[in-house]
């Protein structure tokens, strides 16, 4: 699953079915069975798939409610097959993270590749808002997404004292300060985010629990001082602020309508708004989202191209137009549970994980791909996994 996702779909479908298989082809339904009752949570997950199903009963375009059943199935599935996990132990969890750490280092050197062969062309590009070739199919928002989560179960090996050998724990720091200074040079706002409302403040939290604070106030000059080193040593995140206010300064422009990435990301959220609030009871069906917001889209944007007219990004939005309130209802009572669950309270880098993909939640409809179900799900499980069922 972890290599698929950032090279094959196909590698990505077929590990997620592994893993699936596993834990349906073991002997202990009983056991499991009585684990998955027991957790509210994963309960809650898999219930996220059904009323995006049902709405499969008013959809006309069944084609388009298919493909969207098929990316949620693991949202149906993954968290019967890993609520329970016999014979794992910490250290196969910690081989996990090291692995999908070792993974996005290796993807984030291939992409940084890109822009020191070519600095200059990649540094006029980031004028017009394009960014550098990233792993998972270019989706350098899932893949900014993909660094944020591998930087907090870091954090949590360090808490752990996980790495044993001196000279592989610095290793995997200097990896994980690498991935700190390519989310930089790839200036993904979203990757910007997980750095300064996630990141920083937990890395200074862990500190001055570990009764570190000399370095955790150096973790905050460096907060501080960040942004402002990168804004005149980077280019690209340089480029890239200097496009952002533009798109502000030009917003409701007619010359430059439709063009703006961050302009269209909230026409879709006020087209979702526009259909959910005109069929808030049931939605219109997952599969007759994109074709309802279109003509929203056709009286009150016409100059945003088909191409650039997305499904609603607010995941909320997403779910009401497409199954109404009860799906809304349902995304938001699952999102709060675990923020009133003493195991996950207790495991702040798993809570903030979760607040970092509630965030992103807000702006993108992050569970209606393949990518973005992968990410919450299986690490939303396998954080699952290991605050419940392992001793530390």
């Not at 923020?339 to 939640?361: C, G, H, P």
Request: contains cysteine; charged residues 15%; proline residues 3%.
């Amino acid at each position: 699953m972890m290599t698929g996702f950032l090279i094959s779909r196909s590698f990505l479908t077929a590990g997620t079915s592994l893993m699936i298989a596993n834990g349906f082809l073991q002997n202990d339904y009983r056991e499991r069975f009585a684990a998955f009752k027991k957790n509210k949570f994963a309960i809650g997950i898999t219930c996220l798939f059904f009323f995006p199903f049902l709405s499969g009963l008013w959809s006309s375009n069944q084609s388009l409610w298919f493909d969207a059943m098929w990316d949620k199935i693991p949202l149906l599935l993954l968290p019967f097959a890993m609520v329970l996990q016999k014979g794992v132990e910490r250290k196969q969890i910690v081989a996990a993270v090291l692995l999908w750490i070792l993974l996005l280092f290796a993807g984030s050197v291939w992409s940084a590749s890109f822009y020191f062969s070519n600095q200059e062309h990649y540094n006029e590009l980031y004028r017009f808002s394009k960014t550098l070739p990233t792993p998972a199919e270019n989706d350098h928002i899932r893949f900014s997404m993909a660094i944020i989560i591998a930087l907090l179960f870091w954090m949590k090996l360090e808490e752990w004292k996980a790495i044993s050998s001196t000279i592989l724990r610095w290793i995997f720091r200097a990896m994980a300060l690498w991935l700190l200074l390519y989310l930089h040079i790839l200036g993904a706002k979203t990757g910007m985010l997980g750095i300064y409302l996630i990141l920083f403040p937990l890395l200074i939290w862990q500190l001055v629990k570990a009764n570190k604070k000399q370095i955790a106030a150096a973790a905050l000059v460096l907060a501080v001082a960040l942004p402002i080193v990168a804004y005149y040593s980077v280019p690209t995140f340089r480029n890239r602020l200097h496009y952002l206010l533009f798109e502000k300064q030009h917003w409701n422009s007619e010359q430059f309508a439709g063009n703006f990435s961050d302009v269209n990301r909230w026409q879709s959220i006020r087209s979702g708004w526009h259909v959910f609030k005109n069929n808030w009871l049931a939605g219109v069906g997952y599969g007759d989202i994109q074709e309802e917001a279109a003509k929203w889209y056709a009286t009150e944007a016409p100059a945003v191209t088909s191409s650039q007219q997305f499904l609603p990004l607010n995941q909320w939005l997403t779910s009401g137009s497409g199954a109404g309130i009860g799906a809304v209802i349902l995304f938001t009572i699952v999102l709060l549970l675990p923020f009133f669950q003493k195991e996950w309270r207790q495991n702040k880098q798993a809570l903030l994980f979760l607040l970092f993909m509630d965030i992103l939640f807000l702006y993108e409809c992050t569970l209606d791909d393949q990518f973005g179900v992968f990410l919450f799900c299986f690490f939303t499980l396998l954080w699952n996994l290991a605050i419940r069922h392992l001793k530390y």
